[in-house]
């Protein structure tokens, strides 16, 4: 039982009502007190005070999220901050006033204090108008601090599931089959061509390289990524020959363009394992610029079985503009599948 009530007391809700009901009548007490020190203190008007402090800080901090909405702390601060004072200023002493008029009409007393009317109203005025201030200030600071913190969780996080999705790209550029592939190319060149085949170990290295180096990296140019892909398109030329072809047709101030890496190989690789290849229907690939867009685009030939690792790739591509750059991407898939990379500056 002990350890219950341990845990419901740092429950956040209890926590911030328990805050408002002791900031709130201990606030009560200390302006009565205050306006009237040099008189008679009845210890009912006293705790009439503290009642009257509580429902003023629950007013005050409900009505918040309202004077938020309207003036955004982000926006415009300055401007929060001043009606955020001038609002609760004014409904403290609507309340306050309001209460010591409702009190002296029930009891038929001419006034809640001993001193005179004017001089008491004047100072509760002034206090809540202070009060009102320091309030509003404390609060900018722990609105701020909050806002803060919570952005550095969230950047924790697109950073965390960024850093996944790159790893995820990753796995699939490293994948057995694709190895098992190229050594078995490897192993047939090293008995025809020796040139060819160190060509090809120089791609292999450059293709892995590359990967290893630039999975953490959100952004690169398309430039660093089309000389990846060209490397990736010496293996496949290499294994498939005239069966396989990729045209890259890019304007000069294209390359120094951003995009997440190894986005436009996972399309030449998507595009190479879901259509099948032979002399008389050669696999194109085409890769164009239009509307400050990369449209990568191949006309379908027989579909290879077992597909789903294209919806996989496509969407790993997806998420990480999504998160990256808050963009999507367009597919079409027709006679022809084409799927349209925006450009991040």
């Known amino acids: 039982m002990k350890w219950i009530s341990k845990d419901f007391l740092y429950q956040p809700t209890v926590r911030i009502h328990l805050s408002l009901v002791f900031v709130g009548f201990l606030l009560g007490i200390l302006v009565y007190g205050f306006v009237n020190f040099s008189g008679f203190q009845s ?18 901090h409900f009505s918040n999220p309202f004077i938020n909405a309207l003036i955004p702390w982000k926006k415009q601060p300055g401007q929060r901050l001043l009606i955020g004072i001038l609002i609760h200023g004014v409904i403290g ?17 001419s006034s809640f204090f001993v001193m005179d009317t004017n001089d008491v109203l004047l100072k509760i005025g002034i206090l809540l108008l202070c009060t009102a201030l320091i309030y509003n200030i404390i609060y900018f600071a722990f609105h701020s601090y909050h806002e803060y913190s919570k952005g550095q969780v969230m950047e924790a ?4 599931k960024q850093i996944q999705l790159q790893l995820n790209a990753l796995k699939s550029q490293l ?31 450059g293709s892995y390289e590359y990967v290893l180096n630039k999975y953490e990296s959100p952004l690169v140019t398309v430039a660093e990524e089309l000389s990846f892909v060209q490397a990736y398109y010496f293996l496949m030329k290499t294994r498939f020959g005239e069966q396989f072809r990729l045209d890259i047709r890019f304007p ?25 290849m032979n002399p008389s229907k050669p696999l194109e690939v085409k890769m164009t610029v239009i509307d400050e867009k990369i449209k990568v685009s191949n006309i379908k030939t027989d579909k290879r079985p077992k597909t789903d690792s294209l919806k996989i790739g496509l969407r790993n591509i997806a998420s990480r503009y999504e998160l990256l750059a808050n963009k999507s991407i367009e597919i079409i898939d027709d006679r022809s599948f084409t799927v349209t990379l925006p450009l991040i500056s």
């Open 43 to 60: 210890t009912g008007e006293l705790v009439l005070s503290g009642l009257l402090g509580i429902f003023i800080s629950y007013i005050t």
């Open 175 to 205: 994948s057995p089959h694709f190895l098992f592939n190229s050594i078995n190319t490897l192993s047939s060149l090293f008995q025809k061509d020796t040139q060819k085949a160190e060509s090809f170990i120089r791609s292999l290295a």
């Open 252 to 276: 000069d101030y294209v390359l120094e363009s951003k995009i997440p890496p190894l986005t436009l190989q996972m399309l030449v690789e998507n595009a190479v394992k879901h259509n099948v």
């Open 93 to 109: 002493q609507i309340l306050v006033f309001g209460m010591l008029w409702i009190y002296g009409q029930l009891l038929g007393a």
């Open 157 to 160: 996080q697109l950073k965390r």
